[in-house]
């Protein structure tokens, strides 16, 4: 079974360009969320969708950031414009969905890495 | 608010050692899940094990087992027999709820560097 697939893996831009991120989540789960982390530190949610809405965007900065899971299956997250406070890694993860058991773990993708110069 | 504490930056161990990884936990909420994840240099977050804070039993998977004091909030990862791959960062994470009603939203610390040395 393919795992969570998140393209490009590394980005360097200059500041204020835009860059986007593409994640195709594992077949068959409804849940997708984007996470952010920081080097040094542990992942923080940016947006949650249960299929095609987005419920928990609290996290998002919605002036320069964006998502969009159309068909409820793979999802893109942009910046426009970048600023150089954004370098970090962006984690994409999946689940199948909040009532799907006990411990319905979250299975992350490999992370894109952006730079911003 | 719910917060995670990992107080051990990095750790070092002997391969065949065990080692004991500190996590610590605030939560008002009577319902919530503990869960450990492993990120090596390659990046992907793999999940570990997992405990409910109503399990009565410690959660044990393979080498990995979680020495979970609910009265401590501290839910410990312990690695037995400990192998060179095993060096990567550990996560602790909480979740809010249970099964039926868990928003699914984790909250991470921020890491233990662990480095096996063989």
């Known amino acids: 079974e393919a795992g969570v697939v998140q393209s490009p893996r590394y980005k360097i831009i200059e500041k204020k360009q835009p860059v986007a991120f593409w994640c195709n989540p594992i077949?068959?789960?409804?849940?997708l969320y984007w996470y952010l982390q920081n080097l040094g530190q542990g992942p923080e949610l940016l947006i949650r969708?249960?299929?095609?809405?987005?419920?928990?965007d609290s996290q998002l900065p919605k002036d320069r950031f964006s998502a969009e899971r159309l068909k409820g299956v793979d999802s893109t997250l942009k910046i426009q414009p970048a600023e150089l406070g954004d370098s970090a890694v962006y984690l994409c993860?999946?689940?199948?969905?909040?009532?799907?058991?006990?411990?319905?773990?979250?299975?992350f993708g490999p992370g894109t890495r952006l730079t911003v110069l | 608010a719910q917060k995670i504490t990992q107080t051990q930056p990095g750790m070092f161990v002997q391969e065949k050692e065990a080692v004991t990884l500190d996590c610590t936990y605030d939560?008002?909420?009577?319902?919530?899940?503990l869960f450990w994840y492993k990120q090596p240099s390659s990046g992907e977050m793999i999940f570990l094990i997992y405990?409910?804070?109503?399990?009565?039993q410690n959660a044990t998977e393979g080498r990995y087992s979680l020495n979970f004091q609910k009265a401590r909030k501290s839910a410990n990862l312990v690695i037995s027999a400990s192998q060179l791959g095993d060096s990567a960062m550990y996560f602790c994470?909480?979740?809010?709820?249970?099964?039926?009603?868990?928003?699914?939203?984790?909250?991470f610390g921020t890491g233990t560097l662990l480095a096996v040395q063989p």
């Open positions: 077949s068959g789960h409804n849940t």
């Open positions: 405990q409910g804070s109503y399990d009565e």
């Open positions: 939560t008002s909420d009577q319902s919530y899940g």
């Open positions: 969708y249960e299929n095609e809405e987005a419920v928990d």
């Open positions: 994470a909480m979740r809010e709820g249970l099964r039926g009603g868990a928003t699914n939203k984790l909250i």
């Open positions: 993860a999946s689940s199948l969905d909040p009532s799907g058991g006990a411990d319905n773990e979250q299975f």
